[in-house]
Nanobody, 123 residues
Framework: VQLQASGGGLVQAGDSKRLSCTAS????????MGWFREAPGSEREFVAT????????GYAESVKGRFTISRENAKNTVYLQMNSLKPEDTAVYYC?????????????????WGQGTQVTVSS
């Protein structure tokens, strides 16, 4: 499985941006997915996760109410809609897939990782 994250870039505080993560190599329609991020000088942290069906989601407190994770299984793609962006959201964003159907906030439970896409939010 290969995961390709895209959509990163430079935005201003308060702007919105949508990240995409497309899988190749096999279908991920039965896999839970997640987004994580790593800011400069910090460890990678959980951002959002979604179960295989898209009906259950989970978010980090720092992004709850601003970010929305969704998926289109027919396109083998997961999205992260980011609204009201803040400078502290600046990070490399990674998508990940786990073999299980239920979502998880724990990095160790994910089996496949994308290469990351940089999001920079200026103040």
């Amino acid at each position: 499985v290969q995961l390709q994250a895209s959509g990163g870039g430079l935005v201003q505080a308060g702007d919105s941006k949508r990240l995409s993560c497309t899988a190749s190599g096999r279908l991920l329609s039965r896999n839970a997915m997640g987004w994580f991020r790593e800011a400069p000088g910090s460890e990678r942290e959980f951002v959002a996760t979604i179960d295989w069906s898209g009906e259950s989601t989970g978010y980090a407190e720092s992004v709850k109410g601003r970010f929305t994770i969704s998926r289109e299984n027919a396109k083998n793609t997961v999205y992260l809609q980011m609204n009201s962006l803040k400078p502290e959201d600046t990070a490399v964003y990674y998508c990940a897939a786990r073999r299980g159907e239920t979502y998880s906030t724990l990095q160790a439970f994910y089996d496949y990782w994308g290469q990351g896409t940089q999001v920079t939010v200026s103040s």
